[in-house]
């Protein structure tokens, strides 16, 4: 019989030894005195996710998803989130009290509160660079702060698929010229969403005041952010991302309130110290 009194989640994804989900969740944990709780990592791919998932007990709370399972994830949930079917990804598996899983994905509301610590709450334009999943979590978190939104991508096809999802959120999308890159600088905000090093080489007009997401964290400050943050732009980097979205992810396994500074120390030391 599982020890019921130990409650586990973890995050999966191939590679994983990079992660700092153990990171944060542990030391929220410590610092919110759930004391048999603890958070690890496993490697694991898309052929691997339904006999990892079928073989977890009850003392199982939940699973943080990172690539390449977004996707495959949902295929493990009874339930999934709006949210995560209008994006066709998911972060997120929460086990529910009858045993089934709940997907979700935190990478949206992750996005708007990152912005959110920046002052950010509503604009009138968002650019979002990128089509990949965080792009699409992107697009949904401009839904939420603006009217309007125009998405930079090198395929055709993978706009087309942004427009797919603007249009089930409410958000008119436009597709930016990927020739013409720098003219994101136009939009209230930035959110490049774009591999490391992709946009290096961008030299966008900025203004002062507009608010630049990278979501890259390492190395960090990316040549793109601190072009930015040279002309006045505020900044917002992929750690504040991915603090906020664990912060969810926290929440809605423990049902306790993140102790959110804690957390936040936790990951930037740990970041710090990496070499």
Not at 57 to 76: I, Q, R, V, Y
Not at 128 to 134: E, F, H, I, P, R
Not at 189 to 211: E, H
Request: charged share 20%.
């Amino acid at each position: 019989m599982a020890d019921t009194t130990l409650r586990r989640a973890a995050v999966l994804g191939k590679p994983i030894a990079h992660s700092l989900s153990p990171v944060i969740h542990n030391s929220g944990y410590a610092a919110a005195g759930l004391t048999d709780w603890s958070y690890d990592r496993f490697e694991c791919d898309e052929a691997g996710l339904p006999a990892f998932v079928a073989a977890l007990d009850e003392s199982w709370a939940g699973l943080s998803l990172t690539m390449p399972l977004k996707e495959a994830g949902m295929l493990e949930a009874a339930e999934i989130s709006p949210v995560a079917t209008a994006l066709g990804a998911c972060n997120t598996l929460h086990r529910r009290p009858d045993g089934s899983w709940f997907a979700e994905n935190t990478d949206a509301p992750g996005i708007v509160d990152a912005l959110a610590s920046a002052g950010v709450t509503a604009v009138e334009s968002v650019a979002v660079l990128g089509a990949g999943g965080t792009a699409r979590a992107a697009i949904a978190a401009a839904a939420q702060i603006a009217k309007s939104v125009t998405a930079y991508a090198r395929r055709p096809e993978a706009i087309e698929e942004l427009a797919r999802i603007a249009a089930l959120l409410g958000i008119p999308l436009t597709a930016g010229d990927w020739s013409s890159l720098d003219g994101c600088a136009g939009a209230d905000a930035v959110i490049s969403t774009l591999p490391a090093g992709v946009a290096d080489g961008l030299r966008p007009a900025w203004r002062p005041g507009t608010v630049v997401f990278d979501v890259v964290y390492k190395p960090w400050p990316t040549p793109f952010a601190a072009g930015a943050e040279a002309a006045g732009c505020r900044i917002v980097s992929g750690l504040d991302l991915l603090l906020c979205q664990a912060v969810h992810q926290f929440e809605l396994f423990t049902g306790v309130t993140a102790p959110v500074a804690e957390m936040r120390e936790a990951l930037h030391e740990a970041a710090r110290n990496r070499t």
